[in-house]
């Protein structure tokens, strides 16, 4: 079952911080986070295995409830960069396979 | 370092006509293999996805098949195309555990 992502789209200006939330009904071993520019390939962002820590890099990161089978991403000091799809994608094995995504969350930042 | 190949990146085509897109990989062993779809706006749907040579499973019940006749080699067919399987076709590699590397995409338009 596909996960549930909001908002469905955001715009930002320039320096401002973003949460992008993602929810699933079932079980999650691994949370997976990619952005995807209009008409290019999703770009790995990072992943989140059950029992790990909250990571990021730079100024994004991501956190994993098992308990509350939830992953949210955090966008901080948002750049022009920034924008795109985001897309959560969850798996409840090991392994990317049948790793589920939500439909995205359109960030639009502007100066 | 690992690159996937992914072709045509565009192509239309006719309802009824045959379809075939082909993905490689280069520079790893024994990948695990995927085939997406976007709808415009959508999120990605995992079509197909393969662990080794000739093994296939398939997430969606659809006009479309996929095999795998070599290692890295992954090719999403169909035999009459339908003006439903226009979209964005994704191709992806990943390593058991680790994120998933998505090609370039092949945008199918059927008319």
């Known amino acids: 079952q596909q996960p549930v992502q909001s908002p469905q789209a955001v715009i930002l200006r320039e320096g401002e911080d973003a949460v992008i939330n993602c929810s699933s009904s079932k079980a999650l071993y691994s949370v997976h986070w990619y952005r995807q520019k209009h008409g290019e390939a999703p770009v790995f962002l990072m992943i989140l295995l059950k029992g790990g820590e909250q990571k990021g890099h730079d100024k994004i990161s991501a956190s994993f409830n098992e308990k509350k089978q939830q992953s949210s991403l955090y966008l901080t000091a948002s750049q022009l960069s920034y924008s795109g799809t985001y897309f959560c994608g969850t798996g409840n094995s090991g392994g990317y396979q049948k790793v589920t995504f939500g439909t995205g969350t359109k960030l639009q930042v502007i100066p | 370092s690992q690159t996937i190949h992914q072709w045509p990146a565009t192509l239309v085509q006719p309802v009824g006509s045959p379809l075939s897109l082909e993905c490689t990989v280069e520079g790893t062993s024994n990948p695990n293999l995927y085939w997406y779809r976007q709808a415009a706006g959508r999120g990605l749907q995992l079509l197909f996805y393969?662990?080794?040579?000739?093994?296939i499973s398939s997430e969606v019940p659809q006009n479309l098949s996929a095999s795998r006749p070599q290692d890295r080699q992954f090719i999403l067919s169909s035999k009459k195309l339908l003006l439903s399987d226009s979209g964005f076709y994704l191709c992806a590699w990943s390593l058991p555990n680790t994120e998933a590397f998505f090609g370039q995409g092949t945008r199918l338009t059927v008319v």
């Open positions: 393969s662990v080794g040579i000739g093994q």
